[in-house]
Nanobody
Framework: QVQLVESGGGSVQAGGSLRLSCAAS????????MAWFRQAPGKEREGVAA???????TYADSVKGRFTISKDNAGKALDLQMNSLKPEDTAMYYC???????????????????WGQGTQVTVSS
């Protein structure tokens, strides 16, 4: 049973930072693509950042230069460091994982079969 559990969300003022973490169960292997998605109220879920099995990272244009995705070598811990946060970053953030070839921040969310429960990030102006 694959399980992903996010933590680290919260409320912060614009310009501040937050670090999200995702703990993966033992069934997630280092060859999985792991990613962060987010969904704001009234909007579709969108990819934020992804990291593939060899550590290659991709980012949505809206977060490039501000967010950094990383994982441990075993693929059991995934982080998202978010700096210079903006009110438009407010959303529920989800960790996702799947054994897929096309591992990218622009991959479809339907490509991912394993999801966490989400953690809320709220950025006030």
């Amino acid at each position: 049973q694959v399980q992903l559990v996010e933590s680290g969300g919260g409320s912060v003022q614009a310009g501040g930072s937050l670090r999200l973490s995702c703990a993966a169960s033992s069934d997630i292997y280092s060859n999985y693509c792991m990613a962060w998605f987010r969904q704001a109220p009234g909007k579709e879920r969108e990819g934020v950042a992804a990291i593939d099995s060899d550590g290659t990272t991709t980012y949505a244009d809206s977060v490039k230069g501000r967010f950094t995705i990383s994982k441990d070598n075993a693929g059991k811990a995934l982080d998202l460091q978010m700096n210079s946060l903006k009110p438009e970053d407010t959303a529920m953030y989800y960790c996702a994982a799947e054994e897929i070839t096309f591992c990218s921040a622009v991959a479809e969310d339907s490509d991912f079969g394993y999801w966490g429960q989400g953690t809320q990030v709220t950025v006030s102006s």
